[in-house]
């Protein structure tokens, strides 16, 4: 089964740090470009970053509103993607979802596994 | 606000066939990145629905169709049944900022 298990939310202070990571299983995570994207309560999505995978150069793209304070990552020996998230703001409350990318017919970039996502809170 | 714009909710009784658009420019619907689809029942995690304008994956339901045209994007869901009732997002690549960009979000309900 294809699966991406997203750990490591919860409640953090304004100006504070927190690591999210993202488990896959069930497909070759060496090959796969991994997305974040995140939600806020009530709200609707926004795309926070993406890696591609090594062999395709590992480039990383961030969102404007997290460039300079996010940093996307990922182990392929544990099949585990990583959010490094710093200087958290209050706007950054959100829940947190790993996804991966698959280029359909060689055009189309689509979000085609999500995964359960992980509540990350930023109130003092 | 959104660099799609979608109706934030539709609704329809059972059996009907309603129309979601979404609304963008030259530089996202408008290129040819694909316009793609998002279900996001409550409670749990969005679940691609439509791929490249018009293509459903494997397991989707005939029920639901994409169409675009120019700088415009349709979802459309015919025999609409009560399973249906949740957030559906469009989403695309932006070539002027370099980002995937998601719509706001209809919210579609079962009469």
């Known amino acids: 089964e294809v699966k991406l298990v997203e750990s490591g939310g919860g409640l953090v202070e304004p100006g504070g740090s927190l690591r999210l990571s993202c488990a896959a299983s069930g497909f070759t995570f060496t090959y796969a470009w991994m997305n974040w994207v995140r939600q806020a309560p009530g709200k609707g999505l926004e795309w926070v970053g993406r890696i591609k995978s090594k062999t395709d150069g590992g480039t990383i793209d961030y969102a404007a509103p997290v460039k300079g304070r996010f940093t996307i990552s990922r182990d392929d020996s544990k099949n585990t993607l990583y959010l490094q998230m710093d200087s958290l703001e209050t706007e950054d409350t959100a829940v947190y979802y790993c996804?991966?990318?698959?280029?359909?017919?060689?055009?189309?970039?689509?979000?085609?596994?999500w995964g359960q996502g992980t509540m990350v809170t930023v109130s003092s | 606000q959104s660099v799609l714009t979608q109706p934030p909710s539709v609704s329809g009784a059972p059996g009907q066939r309603v129309t979601i658009s979404c609304t963008g420019s030259?530089?996202?619907?408008?290129?040819?990145?694909?316009l793609h689809w998002y279900l996001q029942l409550p409670g749990t995690a969005p679940k691609l629905l439509i791929y490249g304008d018009t293509n459903r994956p494997s397991g989707v339901p005939d029920r639901f169709s994409g169409s675009k045209s120019g700088t415009s994007a349709s979802l459309a869901i015919t025999g609409l049944q009560a399973e249906d009732e949740a957030d559906y997002y469009c989403?695309?690549?932006?070539?002027?900022?370099?980002?995937?960009?998601f719509g706001g979000g209809t919210k579609v309900t079962v009469l």
């Open positions: 996804t991966r990318i698959t280029v359909f017919r060689g055009v189309w970039d689509a979000f085609d596994i």
């Open positions: 030259s530089s996202n619907i408008g290129s040819p990145y694909g």
């Open positions: 989403q695309t690549y932006d070539g002027s900022l370099s980002a995937w960009v």
